[in-house]
């Protein structure tokens, strides 16, 4: 290695050149992602649970049963500027349950326990059914089997809570299992950087 | 003899033609439902036809946020109210003529708006008026000058609790005396008029939760008696003694707001919203105690009402139900559907009021006033005006002497439907 090159150069080279490359790949890959990836999601407007003006329907499970994630990548989310903070919420409560002393359903809905109630803002003692109460849906224990969506619609729900792909969760399919399964087209693909958008449907295609 | 007979047919004629052109006269509404509880004005001579734009405005005045509406008694209205700025429960006297005050009765009271906050009408005898507020104060003023003559606290007196949406009980007013609904200890209490002094009350055994429900005066089997409703089902209780005459355990959902009804002599409806659907109930002597037998029970999707109370009208019911956003419909007594406004209108949670052969039927997202034939084969508008922007049309109308007085959720106006 009279040329000033030692073996150990050479490895260095080798290895540097490993590390960018694989730090271009993934850049690469990270920006194809976010400029290009699309990703699964669930369209609130085609969902029989949260379609409104759909009473009488049965529950749909199809997003707790099909999905290849073990606990279903569809979780429930309770958007808190569209509820009604009721006293009374008929997806905490099973609203067909006997009533006790204070007018409250004496059984829950969830299946899972997965909606936790507080009391938020003034809390008037003398008057606990007009105070407001938060509804939480504990993402953790949430399988998305859809009761508490379908009990929160019209004539007592606002509608405020709605199934989610979870994208934490989902494992990207290409072909998602939910979908496939879905009578009612609810299951749509859409580009990762339109994930933070308000809006819940699916836009028209051009 | 022929020819007395004949004459008597031309008087006869004579009079009933006349009373059918002949203007309004004079008919209070001095308490929820009017008169008789049902519903329907005995007035006559109203319009059967609107110029363009509507009705007469005879006058508008702002109202707090809610659905109180209006009792009327000898040329004056009287309401509920509240003044979210300075927090007080109010009880306004208005001239029927112009809308303007007369007096008003104010005493503090904390309430948050929760599906807005008024939702009661007041009763009134030409003595007293009688209000319940919404954290369940009752008060009794002078009619004249809106002064306190007494007041009951229903949550400390009774152990009750205020319900979701607060109170939505109508005090039912009678000759001798004022029936309200408690919850807590008692079922159903009989006050008297001029002190507030228990005369009756029904003990609260099965420890029924209070609803919105507004008590309502029958006569079944022959006896006179208050039917109420629950969460638990109707019940009817002795106008005589308060003692509990019967009861049908039925599962209603979340709240009860539509009064029950007795729709003749043996027959109750009970109906309400949160999937709870509506019942029908033969009530029956047999001997000293009553039998209840259902003659129909309707779930889901079959017909219910939400917030108001059918009216009966010539062996039917007419009320506002659910579906496709609030048809107007006319029900059997089987439940049957015999006609609805399918595909002409909808009403939301909008009130209706019987006068003259006629339904003046709101709607409840858009204001819209609409006159119905109310002895049509089918629903036949007879005309229709925007009289009140909205939102929240739900208040329950009021009309006396051809003024007809009803709101918004922020508005109250009274209209001129007199016929000319």
């Keep these: 290695m009279s040329d000033g090159i030692t073996r150990r150069d050479a490895l260095g080279r080798v290895v ?6 694989g730090l271009g790949s993934t850049a690469g890959f990270l920006i194809n992602k976010a400029e290009g990836q699309v990703v699964w999601q669930v369209d609130t407007s085609r969902c029989v649970n949260s379609r409104l003006g759909e009473a009488g329907a049965e529950v749909c499970m199809l997003c707790t049963t099909q999905c290849v994630v073990a606990q279903s990548a569809v979780r429930a989310i309770n958007s808190f500027r569209d509820c009604g903070r009721c006293y009374v919420c008929p997806a905490y409560y099973n ?5 006790d002393e204070r007018g409250l359903p004496s059984e829950k809905l969830c299946p899972r326990d997965a909606i936790r109630r507080t009391p938020i803002g003034f809390v008037d003692p003398e008057d606990p059914a007009n105070n407001f109460y938060e509804y939480v849906i504990e993402e953790e224990k949430c399988d998305g089997c859809g009761l508490c969506v379908k009990a929160c619609r019209e004539p007592l729900g606002l509608g405020s809570i709605v199934l989610k792909v979870r994208h934490n969760l989902c494992v990207d399919c290409n072909r998602c299992a939910i979908s496939i399964a879905c009578p009612h087209d609810a299951l749509f693909q859409h580009k990762v950087a339109d994930a933070l958008e308000p809006t819940l449907a699916r836009q028209p295609q051009p | 003899m022929q020819t007395r007979r004949a004459w008597r047919y031309v008087i006869l004629g004579c009079a009933a033609l006349g009373s059918a052109i002949a203007p309004a006269r004079g008919d209070d509404w001095p308490q929820f439902r009017g008169p008789a509880r049902d519903n329907i004005s005995r007035e006559a001579g109203l319009l059967r036809q609107w110029p363009a734009g509507g009705p007469k405005v005879l006058w508008t005045v702002p109202v707090g946020q809610g659905y109180a509406g209006a009792a009327i008694l000898a040329g004056r209205v009287y309401h509920n109210d509240y003044d979210e700025t300075h927090g007080e429960w109010l009880v306004i006297a208005r001239s029927l003529a112009d809308g303007k005050e007369i007096w008003r009765y104010k005493r503090p009271r904390v309430i948050r708006p929760n599906h807005a906050i008024t939702r009661t009408v007041p009763a009134v005898d030409g003595k007293y008026v009688f209000s319940i507020d919404p954290k369940l104060g009752l008060h009794c003023l002078d009619a004249k000058t809106g002064k306190p003559i007494w007041s009951r606290n229903l949550v400390a007196d009774y152990k009750t609790i205020i319900p979701p949406w607060y109170n ?25 008029k001029a002190t507030g002094k228990e005369i009756w009350r029904t003990p609260n055994t099965g420890k029924l939760v209070l609803s919105h429900v507004s008590v309502m005066p029958a006569v079944l089997g022959g006896v006179k008696q208050y039917l109420y409703g629950t969460l638990n089902g109707p019940l009817g209780v002795s106008a005589a003694s308060g003692a509990l005459l019967w009861q049908y355990p039925r599962k209603f959902n979340v709240a009860v707001a539509p009064s029950v009804t007795a729709v003749d002599g043996e027959h109750v409806f009970m109906t309400a919203s949160y999937d709870a659907g509506s019942v029908m109930l033969k009530v029956a002597k047999d001997g000293t105690r009553f039998t209840v037998t259902p003659v129909f029970d309707m779930k889901l999707n079959e017909w219910n009402s939400e917030v108001h109370t059918p009216i009966v009208h010539k062996g039917r019911m007419f009320a506002v139900g659910k579906k496709k956003r609030g048809l107007f419909t006319c029900l059997d007594f089987n439940g049957k559907e015999i006609w609805t406004s399918d595909g002409k209108a909808s009403f939301e949670l909008g009130s209706y009021l019987l006068a003259d052969g006629m339904f003046f039927v709101l709607e409840g997202k858009t204001g819209v006033l ?36 009803l709101r918004d959720l922020t508005k109250m106006v009274c209209l001129d439907v007199r016929g000319k």
């Design chain 1, 16 to 21: 540097r050149g490993t590390v960018l490359l």
């Design chain 1, 95 to 99: 609203i067909r349950s006997a009533v």
């Design chain 2, 168 to 192: 939505g009980q109508n005090p039912l007013l009678e000759p001798d005396r004022l029936i309200v609904a408690t919850g807590g200890d008692a079922i159903l209490v009989a006050l008297d």
């Design chain 2, 370 to 405: 609409r006159l119905v034939d109310a002895n049509a084969a089918s629903y036949k508008e007879l005309a229709s005006a925007p009289v009140l922007a909205g939102p929240d049309v739900w208040g329950p109308m009021a009309l006396s002497d051809g003024r007809l007085v």
